[in-house]
């Protein structure tokens, strides 16, 4: 039956494979967050899980690093090819003894500096390297070479520049959310619990990753010290009585809020498809209303406290009212920043329009939907369909957010069989009476070896459950104070609201200090920059956080 409904959506669906403002909140955020802090400091450490040895580092000159690998973060692993991590350390913060045998004995020197850190205040970052929420393997020391040479010259940027590195492997999407954040939690409760061996501060972690990496480090970000991870930490024994908070996190392209991202696709991009049969035009119309729907209750604000909403209109479903105003606003400034940033007349440009009202008519080709305003050198776009039909086109024939071979595989129980667990889509299917809607009434009912239901494992993978004040996960989370979100506004993967959203909700939520948001232009599922390298861009950005 499955089957069925794979076949029905693969015209209608997306699959999500892919490879510092001061902001102000509510009170009840703040108050609840930081009983939760001091609720998780107070508790004793306990752990049997030894610490680093440090008679046991490694040292690469080349690169002026000592490292270790394949360190136990977890007492009780459920799957040793993934919970470990290594530890990557500039030279200079290490007072070292050669042993003779290839290994050095160290400690960590006091006072030391490399750029703008020193030894005890260092930034560490913890990237999650999880596309299309697949697990990453750990770093051990019977991997090839090869394999280790490929993450060097990536470290290499952050150690040259005083930070310290810990790479931290972690299970998949066959093993079923939530056991890739649980392993990235029990990394970050592991790393705080060394806090006194390693170099670096452990309350300054920050967190990356793009696209799925990207979703479960924003997801890691916005669950901080959950209670709802209690249990599944336990069961891998992770160090209990230590926070798992995270200090910022970088996403590009995060594929987050699984929960809504079908109806949002279809609100934004369901305009663009052609030849649909009559089942697959209701799907989607009916996706697109339910986003409507949410968005209504979902209590999203402007910067002055505004409502966000959307209203019927006569030019598509619901394509009117005060968010989707904001939403073009978005898009229009993406292709503002594009005109300010590009040089035309470049010769390194692929295709040199000459002038910016050049590159205007190249979008205008087909159809006029853009103006431009060349004494501001600004440009307003006409709708946000027209937009999607220009750069943005669903993609067809792939498979949706919630069905086989899909995100849906995130959501089993680690059996090798997926859950459907988008409630929006399986309630459009029950409306329409639609063959699949019993699969998916049955995997609704479903609950994993912790009796957790298929929803609130949902919950847990969603950042707005617990940034939303109107959602009953708000509060009851430690929230990272520094977010850098970057996303291509030509993707396929995702509607722009999924990081749009993601932005709204951490701009106005009280224990976040630093949202640094942008859609960029000609960019699609990528590391997303306007200008200059990501990495470089990132480390600029975490060194703006510690001022």
């Known amino acids: 039956m499955k089957k069925v409904l794979s076949l029905a959506l693969s015209a209608v669906m997306i699959t999500a494979f892919a490879g510092c403002g001061q902001n102000s909140g509510s009170k009840a955020s703040q108050t609840k967050t930081t009983a939760q802090t001091e609720a998780a400091t107070t508790i004793a450490v306990k752990s049997d899980l030894p610490k680093p040895d440090n008679s046991k580092w490694q040292y690469l000159p080349n690169e002026k690093i000592y490292y270790q690998l394949g360190i136990d973060y977890c007492e009780k692993p459920a799957d040793e090819k993934y919970e470990k991590l290594s530890v990557f350390v500039p030279a200079d913060y290490m007072d070292a003894a050669d042993n003779g045998d290839g290994t050095y004995t160290c400690s960590v020197k006091k006072g030391a500096k490399v750029g703008s850190y020193t030894s005890a205040d260092a930034p560490i970052v913890l990237p999650v390297e999880t596309p299309s929420y697949y697990a990453a393997e750990a770093l051990t020391s019977d991997m090839p070479e090869n394999a280790l040479n490929y993450f060097l010259d990536k470290i290499k940027e952050y150690t040259s520049q005083g930070m310290v590195y810990i790479f931290p492997g972690c299970r998949g999407i066959d093993e079923g959310a939530p056991s890739g954040v649980t392993d990235l939690k029990a990394a970050v409760r592991y790393i705080r619990y060394c806090d006194d061996e390693l170099a670096g501060d452990a309350n ?6 793009m696209s799925g990496g990207g979703a479960q480090a924003t997801i890691l970000g916005a669950s901080g010290n959950s209670e709802l991870y209690d249990p599944y930490l336990k069961e891998i024994g992770a160090v209990q009585g230590v926070s798992d908070k995270v200090a910022g996190v970088m996403a590009w392209c995060p594929i987050t ?10 609100w934004m991009m369901g305009c ?3 030849d649909r049969s009559a089942e697959e035009n209701a799907i989607s119309d009916e996706l697109a209303k339910a986003f409507a729907e949410y968005i209504n209750q979902a209590g999203f604000t402007d910067k002055d406290g505004n409502a966000l909403t959307l209203t019927e209109s006569k030019e598509g479903i619901f394509q009117a009212g005060s968010y989707y105003d904001y939403i073009k606003g978005v898009i229009e400034g ?5 005109l300010s940033d590009t040089v035309f007349d470049s010769p390194d440009l692929k295709n040199s329009y000459g002038s910016a009202q050049g590159y205007i008519d190249s979008l205008n080709k087909d159809k006029k939907w853009v103006t431009y305003d060349k004494a501001t050198n600004t440009a307003v776009i006409s709708s946000i369909a027209d937009f999607a039909k220009a750069c943005k086109n669903a993609s067809d024939n792939q498979f949706g ?3 086989p071979q899909s995100e849906n595989n995130l959501f089993g129980t680690g059996d090798g069989k997926g859950s459907h667990f988008d409630k929006i889509l399986g309630d459009i299917l029950t409306k329409l009476n639609n063959d699949a809607a019993a699969d998916f009434a049955e995997d609704f009912k479903k609950t ?6 298929l929803e609130q494992r949902v919950n847990m993978y969603t950042p707005l459950y617990y940034l939303m004040e109107k ?13 850098r979100i970057r996303t291509g506004i030509k993707q396929f993967n995702t509607s722009v609201t999924t990081e749009a959203n993601l932005a709204l909700a951490l701009e106005h939520n009280s224990d976040v200090k630093n949202v640094d948001f942008e859609t960029v232009w000609e960019k699609g599922h990528e590391e997303a920059e306007r200008t200059g390298d990501s990495t470089e861009n990132f480390i600029e950005w975490i060194g703006t956080c510690m001022q």
Do not use: C, M, P
């Not at 300054?204 to 990753?209: E, L």
């Not at 959602?471 to 977010?483: I, K, L, M």
């Open 401 to 403: 957010f919630d069905t």
């Open 204 to 209: 300054r972690i920050f967190a990356f990753g």
């Open 448 to 453: 994993d070896a912790q009796d957790s239901t």
């Open 471 to 483: 959602r009953e996960g708000f509060g009851t989370s430690d929230v990272a104070e520094y977010w």
């Open 257 to 266: 809020d699984l929960d809504t991202a079908n109806a949002e696709y279809e």
């Open 334 to 338: 993406s292709l503002n920043h594009y």
């Open 272 to 274: 663009t498809r052609k």
